[in-house]
Structures are given as structure tokens and as C-alpha cells.
Nanobody, 126 residues
């Protein structure tokens, strides 16, 4: 599967932004999906993950309550709705996927994922 993320941009603190990641090829509904981010000079970190069905999700503590991950298997797309953005959310955001037989399984480690999108830059100004 190939993943392409888009939707990043420059916003002010407190604003909202929605990232999208579209998959081509492969059976999208059989993939666990996640979002990660990497700020300049920092390690890539987990942001959110969603199960194959979309019924189970998990978030990092830093975004819990502000970000929402969802997926539309009919459109081969996973979304990351980001609300109440903060300057510390500034990073390149990557979507990732991995085929799994577990319908409710979620993956939170970068090493768990097989496929990665190219990243989209989110910049939040104070």
C-alpha cells in the first residue's frame, strides 16, 4: 500500500487543522493505521492510532482530548482532526499503516508499522 498525507499548513495557536492520508493499492480495511510526528531535532513520536474497523483508537497523552483519529474505509482515507493547536504541535506529521488480522488491534510503536506516508508539515505560531 502507498500512503500520501496532506492537509498541513501554518496556523495560529488555538486553531484547528485536519490532516488526511489516502492509501492506494492494498486492502485498506485490513490495515491498522497511525499518525506520528517529528519535530526538528527530536525523535519521531506516536500521536494516534486506529484499528482496522475504526472502533478502537489510542492517543498520546500530549494530544489526548484535542486530536481525533478516524478512518473511512470506503474512501481509503485516515484523518487526524487537530483542535486547540499549540506551538509544541509543530512538526512533520506522518501516517503509517500495517496489515493486521486483528480487527480491534492498534499499534503505537513506529517499529510496528510497515508503510509510511511522505509527511506533511504543520506549523503552529504563538
Amino acid at each position: 500500500v502507498q500512503l500520501q498525507a496532506f492537509g498541513g499548513g501554518l496556523v495560529q495557536a488555538g486553531a484547528s487543522l485536519r490532516l488526511s492520508c489516502v492509501a492506494s493499492r492494498g486492502s485498506f480495511s485490513r490495515y491498522a493505521l497511525g499518525w506520528f510526528r517529528q519535530a526538528p531535532g527530536k525523535e519521531r513520536e506516536f500521536v494516534a492510532a486506529v484499528s482496522r474497523s475504526g472502533g478502537v483508537a489510542d492517543y498520546s497523552d500530549s494530544v489526548k482530548g484535542r486530536f481525533t483519529i478516524s478512518r473511512d474505509n470506503a474512501k481509503n482515507t485516515v484523518y487526524l482532526q487537530m483542535d486547540s493547536l499549540k506551538p509544541e504541535d509543530t512538526a512533520v506529521y506522518y501516517c503509517a499503516g500495517r496489515h493486521t488480522i486483528l480487527t480491534a488491534g492498534i499499534l503505537t510503536g513506529a517499529v510496528d508499522y510497515t508503510y509510511w506516508g511522505q509527511g506533511t508539515l504543520v506549523t503552529v505560531s504563538s
